[in-house]
């Protein structure tokens, strides 16, 4: 099974009674786990959580912290990408060359890297004192 294939499957568990847009994502850690993740709404719109967020959560609540590949998929007309906020969350547990597969549920994918999605992004580095 395909780490789209993952998250297509936890997908059909989101929680989006309000928007209706149901999306799934699967993480493979370095060491070969996947941990999976679906967005959950609350009626207190936009205080949800998004479905990379739930599954770095559980990776992170399983004591890893190593991304070494992204799905996520969605019924939409083109590959989804993940909000800005989850690409800051994929990029602190990720380096840059780390592929992220964006999908629909029709089959259309596109593969790119963390980098693609996040050209310059904020990292600890910028915490330094000089």
């Avoid at 709404?41 to 070494?68: H, K, L, R, S």
């Avoid at 060359?97 to 904020?122: C, E, I, K, Q």
């Amino acid at each position: 099974m395909s780490l789209v294939d993952d998250a297509a499957r936890v997908r059909e568990n989101a929680h989006a009674p309000y928007s209706r847009f149901k999306v799934g994502a699967a993480i493979r850690t370095s060491a070969g786990n996947v941990y999976l993740g679906c967005n959950v709404e609350n009626v207190a719109y936009p205080e949800g959580t998004c479905a990379e967020a739930g599954a770095i959560a559980a990776m992170v609540a399983a004591g890893e912290g190593d991304i070494a590949e992204v799905a996520v998929i969605a019924d939409c007309p083109n590959p989804v990408p993940p909000c800005g906020g989850c690409r800051q969350k994929i990029a602190e547990f990720a380096s840059g060359s780390v592929p992220v597969t964006m999908a629909t549920t029709a089959g259309a994918t596109r593969t790119v890297t963390v980098a693609d999605l996040l050209p310059g992004a904020f990292g600890a580095d910028h915490m330094d004192k000089v």
